[in-house]
């Protein structure tokens, strides 16, 4: 079991920006909101793991 974390970089409409932050990389990953947990904001950190994103 993998364990990921992530920084929310933009909220565009329906859909989060997040950047990885467990590892040196620039990459953006667009996931649909509804993926993610209510009440995120830019900067929010979150942990993704079976399957699922939780605030950190």
Do not use: C, F, H
């Amino acid at each position: 079991m993998e364990t990921w974390y992530y920084e929310v970089v933009s909220i565009d409409g329906d859909y989060a920006n997040l950047k990885r932050t467990d590892i040196e990389s620039e990459d953006i990953k667009l996931v649909a909101r509804a993926l993610l947990p209510e009440g995120i904001a830019e900067g929010t950190r979150l942990k993704y793991e079976l399957m699922q994103y939780s605030i950190e």
